[in-house]
């Protein structure tokens, strides 16, 4: 088993870049230099500027202040230690309520970022959040806010769900203060309360509503961004509840939850434009755990095809998001999804369906890795364990910890599970590549032959021939069997006939997308006023 | 965070759609399973959630409910339903005889392995019986896989497969030539050899050139541009 594994909210899960000198160290003599009520002049302004815009109503400021202001006074001035508390700066925004919650967001996300939470850190930010998103279900919020906060919101708090988890399953080292916090606020993040948050933002939302609607004409939506230019009314609502679609897939998968996680994801149709695309994490996101829950569903083409298609947006468009704060974040999905490309092409070899870039990035990080995994040797399986682990979700034991008994650390207990059940898929699948090789050889054989070949006798070759077609086609959740492989065979008594499969070229689609995204550009310029 | 009590009662398939992170419901969930069992039906929706529910709470999961959700999931095959069952039960509970035994003959249907499933299936009757319909559910996955690898199978390969023999499969096959469209042939050296209905999977002509088509609502996308 990889050891690698440890999940460490300090280590590569990180979303920003971390300077070389933060780190858990940092705390003990940050404090002493750290006065949560002194606000240097910048924060103040910040404060005053960023309230005055949201009520305003001015997204693109509120934007450029959130992106840009924001990281850069966190980069001065709060490398090693958290931002002004929420107390302290109140005063400059007339203690408006909601601000002061959103404040508190980015206050804890930064300390998530940059420092370590404490126990007690993290059990605030919780009671935050559900501040945070009670004022919004009760429908009273009536600001405008960038679509970049919205997903960052949702996201971080299943970030902080899953770290939550992962904190309080490792027992072993806690203090007994930092027990005596869990029993206390053993409500915290508690795994009910998150998914119905979540559920509860998408039913408030209406968002499923809208969706449909939109599909009849009768709804601007995906058009305007989700914001509402003409009538100014508050889109945090809708796109929370957008996004909580998002972060319901997320929480299945890291329950090991594949199905349901796509049936949250349902809405939204992923073979077409749409509001997931405007923030690139949250198309980084979907397409990752999609295809994530397919691989483990064994649906590889379908998974193949959408990590081909992200990858490719990811080459061309990464360059544009250098400057980001989630630029990191982007670079390590990318290269999660590669590593699980290796592994659902190696369990289900295909041809032409991957983008010649994306062949090019993929053969140079993987093609050694690729060919020992064909090979269903022992050194194989270590592969695949290998990817498996850096490329998946970080799974999480969501049931309250007994913290009566002895201390252990059971944090990988839900990540060693799935690990094996997948592995264990991989070792039902061993004698599939040896039929594929010999099936490319022939346009018909005699299954004596072919088992002579294998060596073999006749009754275990054809038992490996209907295991071969039974897990080369998957059944949808429609029910419906879909053909994976790009081999097949019909047996006629005795005699396999062998069917190689034309690749398909979705040249339809690709017109469609063309003709829509050249008709938005040139509408966008039709705009553009020149004085 | 759960809801007051309704003055209409929601049906479990409701209470699953609306209201699934609830561990008030785990008790109804579970006597939907037995109702399952009883009326030959089946819900995976349902089964998952229970499941979950005895994720966010082990000290509520029961083995005895747990192994009938498993057999219901192998009677879906060729869904991988009972993949997606396992990966929701924890370890400890997966080492339990009775999941033992149900991943053993999940692993032997997952590779076709059919004699051994049938001969294993046989050891543990008392654990299967408890769930009607189940022979008759993995016959028909069988025939589902038979169907898509043969055009012509050879009578012995069928019986294997399904496990039935002599006389009764004789009858069996009367019935799915009057029924399902199979027909009779001699094969090489007077063996008998089913001949099973064409599908695009057995017969790649038939395979549906879907790599074109797309559906309509697609396509209305672009009539305001081309108006």
């Given amino acids: 088993m990889a050891n690698s594994y440890d999940y460490d909210d300090a280590s590569f899960d990180s979303r920003y870049a971390r300077p ?49 202001s924001f990281q850069r006074l966190s980069d001065r001035m709060f490398r090693e230690n958290p931002w002004p508390s929420v107390e302290a700066i109140a005063p400059y925004v007339d203690n408006d309520h909601v601000f002061c919650l959103l404040y508190r967001e980015m206050w804890f996300r930064h300390v998530y970022a940059r420092l370590a939470p404490t126990g007690q850190q993290r059990v605030e930010s919780w009671d935050n959040y559900c501040s945070l998103f009670g004022v919004v279900l009760h429908g009273v919020v009536s600001m405008q806010l960038p679509n970049q906060w919205l997903w960052d919101m949702v996201d971080e708090f299943v970030y902080q769900f899953q770290s939550y988890c992962q904190y309080r399953a490792k027992l072993k080292n806690k203090t007994e203060e930092e027990l005596q916090l ?15 948050y979540l559920q509860a933002l998408v039913e408030k939302s209406a968002i499923v509503d809208i969706l449909e609607r939109e599909k009849d004409g009768l709804e601007q939506f995906t058009a305007t961004d989700g914001y509402d230019y003409e009538g100014g009314t508050s889109n945090v609502l ?27 994801l349902g809405p939204i149709d992923i073979s077409q434009q749409g509001v997931y695309m405007i923030v690139i994490g949250s198309h980084i996101s979907i397409i990752y755990h999609y295809g994530f829950a397919n ?6 083409v379908e998974a193949i095809r959408e990590f081909n298609k992200i990858l490719l947006y990811i080459l061309k468009y990464k360059q544009y998001h250098q400057k980001s704060p989630q630029y990191d974040q982007i670079l390590k999905k990318n290269e999660q999804m590669y590593a699980l490309l290796a592994i659902c092409l190696s369990l289900c070899p295909q041809s032409n369906i991957i983008e010649e870039n994306v062949n090019i990035q993929l053969r140079d990080k993987y093609n050694e890795k690729m060919t020992k995994m064909l090979r269903y040797d022992d050194e194989a399986y270590a592969v695949y364990d290998e990817l498996f682990t850096y490329a998946c979700p970080k799974f999480i034991t969501p049931s309250a910890p007994v913290l009566e008994e002895s201390l252990i650390n059971y944090n990988q207990d839900a990540y060693r599970l799935q690990l094996k ?39 275990t070759m054809r038992t490996i021939l209907l295991a071969y077609k039974h897990k080369m086609h998957s059944v949808d959740s429609d029910g419906k069997i879909i053909p994976n492989a790009d081999i097949d065979f019909y047996i006629s008594e005795d005699i396999i006939h062998v069917v190689e499969s034309k690749p398909t070229k979705h040249y339809g689609d690709y017109f469609l997308r063309q003709v829509l995204k050249f008709e938005e550009m040139i509408s966008e310029l039709d705009r553009v006023k020149l004085d | 965070m759960g809801r007051e009590p309704q003055q209409v009662s929601y049906t479990v398939e ?9 561990p008030d419901i785990l008790t109804e969930l579970e006597n939907y399973v037995n109702e399952q069992v009883s009326s030959q039906t089946y819900s995976l929706d349902a089964n998952l959630c229970l499941l979950r529910l005895y994720q966010f709470d082990p000290t509520r999961l ?30 400890p509970v997966q080492a339990d005889e009775q999941i033992k035994t149900l991943i053993v003959l999940s692993h032997y249907l997952e590779t076709a392995r059919f004699r051994q499933f049938w001969d294993e299936a046989a050891k543990n009757h008392s654990l299967l019986e408890v769930v009607p319909g189940f022979e008759q559910a993995i016959q028909a996955y069988a025939i589902h896989v038979l169907s898509l690898s043969y055009q012509k199978v050879p009578r012995p390969v069928l019986a294997e497969t399904i496990n039935i023999e002599g006389l009764s499969l004789d009858k069996f096959i009367e019935y799915h030539v009057a029924n399902s469209g ?36 697609h396509i209305t996308r672009i009539f305001p541009v081309l108006s």
């Avoid at chain 1, 029993?183 to 119905?196: S, T």
């Avoid at chain 1, 590549?433 to 070949?453: C, D, E, T, V, W």
């Fill in chain 1, 295 to 300: 691989l483990m569903l064994r649906r590889y």
């Fill in chain 1, 20 to 68: 070389p000198s933060s780190g858990q160290g940092g705390g003990a003599a940050a404090e002493l230099s750290y006065d949560p009520n002194f606000v240097p002049d910048s924060v103040k302004t910040f404060v005053v500027h960023l309230y005055r815009h949201i009520r305003e109503k001015n997204v693109y400021e509120i934007h450029q202040m959130y992106e840009g």
């Fill in chain 1, 421 to 459: 059940l997948f592995l264990y898929e991989v070792k039902q699948q061993q004698s599939l590549s040896g039929l594929r090789s010999f099936l490319k050889l022939y346009s018909a054989i005699s299954i004596g032959k072919l088992a002579a070949y294998m060596e073999v006798d006749e009754s």
């Fill in chain 2, 62 to 91: 029961s083995i005895a409910i747990v192994v009938r959700i498993l057999i219901k999931a192998l009677m879906a095959m060729p869904a991988p339903d009972f993949s997606l069952c396992l990966f929701l039960i924890p370890e």
């Fill in chain 1, 182 to 196: 869990l029993r206390q606020y053993d409500q915290a993040w508690n795994v009910y309360g998150v998914l119905n």
């Fill in chain 2, 182 to 217: 199979w027909v009779l042939e001699k094969g090489t050296g007077r063996s008998q050899l089913i001949v099973l209905p064409r599908n695009e999977f057995n017969h790649p002509g038939l395979k549906k050139n879907s790599s074109d088509g797309m559906p309509f609502e």
């Fill in chain 1, 238 to 264: 809708k796109m929370l509840g957008y996004y909580s679609m998002i972060g319901l897939l997320r929480v299945h998968c890291l329950l090991g939850d594949y199905h349901t996680g796509l049936k949250c």
């Fill in chain 2, 14 to 22: 409701q209470l699953v759609s609306v209201n699934p992170y609830n």
